[in-house]
Structure formats: structure tokens, C-alpha cells
């Protein structure tokens, strides 16, 4: 089983990325997926989760409003569109699969981990 960010790199503040992730080894429609990002230094965090019709979605308060976490089950993919970002929004960005079906932030709850995708915001 493996989960494969992409789509990090450098933007200027204010820009937009999208980050994908595509799972292999097994379909995650059953479950919950999720967003969490490590800037240096600092723990990793939850940033955003999505439950396994994609009907209900959860976001940190630094990024709602700003991100959009949508999945598509047919391509076993999860994305994250990334508007106006600042620049501590810097980080490893990771996707991750739950072991439940709905979304949560709780990392305890995801089993399966990406390798990460580098984004960073230069001011």
C-alpha cells in the first residue's frame, strides 16, 4: 500500500497550488482521507480531512476558507486546492488514510501515510 503526494514547489505569497495524492495497493472509497503538513521545526498538524463519500469535510482554522480538500474515489485520489497562501503555510505537506470512514483531524485515526510533498511561500 502506498500513498504518493505531488504538486508541492514554490509560490509566491498569495498564490494557489494544487496538491494531489494518489493511493496504490488497495482502494481507500471506504475511507476517510486526510491533509497533515510538518513546517520546520514544529510537530505535523492536521490541516484538512474528507469522508469517504466526500460529502463531509474537516479543516484547521489557519487554512478554512482558504483550502479545499476534495476526493475522487474511481482514481483512489485525494486533492487539496491551496488559494492564497501565506507563508506559514511552508510546510512537508502529507496525505494519509483513516482507518475510519469519516473524516478526522486525530492522526492516531490514519494508518496509512504518504512520503510528503515540499511546498513552500516565499514572501
Known amino acids: 500500500v502506498q500513498l504518493q503526494a505531488y504538486g508541492g514547489g514554490l509560490v509566491q505569497t498569495g498564490g494557489s497550488l494544487r496538491l494531489s495524492c494518489l493511493a496504490s495497493?488497495?482502494?481507500?472509497?471506504?475511507?476517510?482521507l486526510g491533509w497533515f503538513r510538518q513546517a520546520p521545526g514544529r510537530e505535523r498538524e492536521f490541516v484538512s480531512a474528507?469522508?469517504?463519500?466526500?460529502?463531509?469535510?474537516l479543516y484547521s482554522d489557519s487554512v478554512k476558507g482558504r483550502f479545499t480538500i476534495s476526493r475522487d474515489n474511481a482514481k483512489n485520489t485525494v486533492s487539496l486546492q491551496m488559494n492564497s497562501l501565506k507563508a506559514e503555510d511552508t510546510a512537508v505537506y502529507y496525505c494519509?488514510?483513516?482507518?475510519?470512514?469519516?473524516?478526522?483531524?486525530?492522526?492516531?485515526?490514519?494508518?496509512?501515510w504518504g512520503r510528503g510533498t515540499l511546498v513552500t511561500v516565499s514572501s
Open positions: 495497493g488497495r482502494m481507500f472509497s471506504n475511507n476517510g
Open positions: 474528507i469522508n469517504w463519500r466526500g460529502g463531509s469535510t
Open positions: 494519509a488514510a483513516s482507518i475510519y470512514s469519516y473524516g478526522t483531524s486525530s492522526q492516531g485515526h490514519f494508518r496509512y
